[in-house]
């Protein structure tokens, strides 16, 4: 099956510093990424839409210039989470779709920000 | 996306078959029912979808009713590994890749 990875799979970080998050679709070419959020013993919650080549779609209540998605080739999507606070702490999951709209899911990154 | 409603937890003992029911009341003609899982700590994995038809492969069945209001997704023999939570989602078949999660089932496997 095909799969993506993210890196790093976990990060701690200080207050008000950015961390990158990278999701790679590692043997397909995925044209729409998606970029989720979970909380502790919640559900995942969509960030954004991620397309090729074009500017993310966000979900409402969630910051575009905080979370900055770039989507700049057909493997790679990064998530950079801008002057990071403790309430950004969470775990981070990227998909890719494939041909068949099929949606393939990273191991997610854990955020833990001090 | 139509909603989906499914037991907050179930439990098996190992080795036995598990149902887990979804209910989807308020289903389009053109959804497609799919279901993933959650292990711990990890993102989900795709479990099975189907439309009308059961489907069966080989992690799981789905047993979709006749009038599509309702699914079922069968574990044929629970391990210890398929304790995890299971969503169920509805997805349009020429609509938005992305997929709605809601709480899910957590299923605990008892040894």
């Known amino acids: 099956g095909a799969v993506v990875s993210q890196h790093p799979s976990w990060v701690i970080c200080k207050s008000g510093t950015s961390v990158k998050i990278e999701c790679r679709s590692l043997?397909?070419?995925?044209?729409?990424m998606f970029w989720y959020r979970q909380f502790p013993k919640q559900s995942l919650m969509l960030m954004a839409t991620?397309?090729?080549?074009?500017?993310?779609?966000?979900e409402q209540g969630v910051e575009k210039d905080k979370f900055l998605i770039n989507h700049a080739s057909l493997t790679l999507s990064t998530l950079t989470v801008t002057s990071a606070h403790p309430e950004d702490s969470s775990f981070y999951i990227c998909?890719?779709?494939?041909?068949?709209?099929?949606?393939?899911f990273g191991p997610g990154t854990r955020l833990t920000v001090l | 996306d139509a909603k989906t409603t499914q037991p907050n937890s179930m439990e098996s003992n190992e080795e036995e078959p598990v149902h887990l029911p979804c209910n989807h009341s308020?289903?389009?003609?053109?959804?497609?029912i799919h279901w993933y899982r959650q292990l711990p700590s990890q993102g989900p994995e795709y479990v099975i979808h189907?439309?009308?038809s059961n489907v069966n492969n080989r992690m799981a069945s789905l047993a979709i009713a006749e009038d599509r209001k309702s699914s079922t997704l069968i574990l044929h023999r629970a391990t210890l590994r398929d304790a995890a939570v299971y969503y169920c989602?509805?997805?349009?078949?020429?609509?938005?890749?992305?997929?709605?999660f809601g709480k899910g089932t957590k299923l605990s496997v008892i040894p």
């Open positions: 998909s890719a779709s494939g041909l068949h709209n099929e949606q393939f």
């Open positions: 043997d397909f070419q995925a044209t729409t």
């Open positions: 991620s397309n090729e080549g074009s500017k993310a779609t966000y």
């Open positions: 308020t289903i389009s003609g053109t959804d497609y």
């Open positions: 189907g439309l009308t």
């Open positions: 989602i509805l997805r349009e078949r020429a609509g938005s890749y992305q997929l709605t």
